[in-house]
């Protein structure tokens, strides 16, 4: 195996942990410049007006009151002790948790430590992103991370928890676009810059019965880590949705289980995604380009998560 070559931190500083990227070949690194331009911590709005406060709660006891303002109209789904959501809500056998998470917002007399404020830290964990063997880039946390851990143990501890069940880890961040926009810019990305792969992914909430709230988020050019986390048809992160000073939902990856060492971290492009929301990587309305299986034919490329229930095709959005 070749040696890495280490980039030791790819996000100019505006994480709360470094990131770092190992590689072989600086031809690696010279495509990926070309393609992820800017690194962005959180979704950044290009053509929307997307600022829009919720209430807030006048607390002084950091939220942990029921009476919580926040926590009573919107429900409070975190545990404190895993810095993530309740693990039972996040098992993917749990498909009836059905919530957007709202967290305390600017409008709130609660301190920035109030147990409703956790997404909006941004990440907790060093991650770095690294060369698959066969999918291109990947992101798993950081070995030099749990070395640490391990000398700070002193003790001889084989495949060690580095995530918890229910554990936030990072949002799937980048540009809000228009979905028209989205479809330009997808032709324009093969065409102009040769990006195969489809970065672009498009959520629908449905808000009553029938309106439906579309949000395209393409962290292509400009978005955060999840852009480099790829796609499985087993994942050990699922989507969910939360709220805080925005419309405009963040898309918030938890750890469907425990994740240990060395474990790549990945997630179900395909709608696997909490919420009782759909995502458009894969699912379109054109019922006849889905096959029985539901997946969609046409332009698929092949997927390599080598899970046992692999559907060997990774989802792709022909709405785009
Ligand atoms: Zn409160
Ligand atoms: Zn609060
Ligand atoms: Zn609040």
Known sequence: MSTNKIIKNITEGIENYSIR??????SQVEDLRRQHIKYVRNNVSVSLDSDFYYDGCD????CESSECGCKSTHGYFYNSQISGLDPNLVQS???????????CNS???????????????????????????????????????TNNQRNNQEKDVDDQV?????????????????????????????SDYGITDNYIFCIREHI?????LRTNIDPTRVGNIGRYINHS????????????NSIVPIAALFATREIREN??????????????????????????????????????????????????????????
């Open 208 to 212: 009553g019965k029938d309106r439906v």
């Open 263 to 320: 474990e790549e971290l990945s997630f179900d492009y395909s709608g696997q995604i909490g919420m009782g929301i759909e995502d458009e990587k894969i699912n379109n309305n054109e019922e006849d380009s889905v096959s029985k299986n539901g997946i969609i034919v046409g332009e698929r490329k092949p997927c390599f998560c080598g899970s046992e229930n692999c559907c060997g095709y990774l989802p792709f959005d022909e709405s785009l």
């Open 233 to 244: 048809c087993s994942p050990n992160l699922r989507m969910f949705l939360v709220r805080v």
């Open 21 to 26: 990227l190992l590689y072989q070949e600086e």
């Open 59 to 62: 607390c002084t006891d950091n």
């Open 162 to 190: 580095v995530i918890k069940q229910g554990q936030f880890v990072c949002e799937y961040a980048g540009e809000i676009i228009k979905t028209d926009e989205a479809r330009r810019r997808w032709r324009s990305y093969k």
């Open 93 to 103: 056998s749990n498909a009836t948790f059905n919530h957007t998470i709202y967290e």
């Open 107 to 145: 409008l709130c007399a609660c301190s920035n430590q109030c147990q409703n404020r956790l997404v909006q830290h941004g990440i907790s964990l060093p991650l770095e992103i690294f060369r698959t063997s066969l999918c291109g880039w990947g992101v798993r946390v950081s070995s030099s991370y």
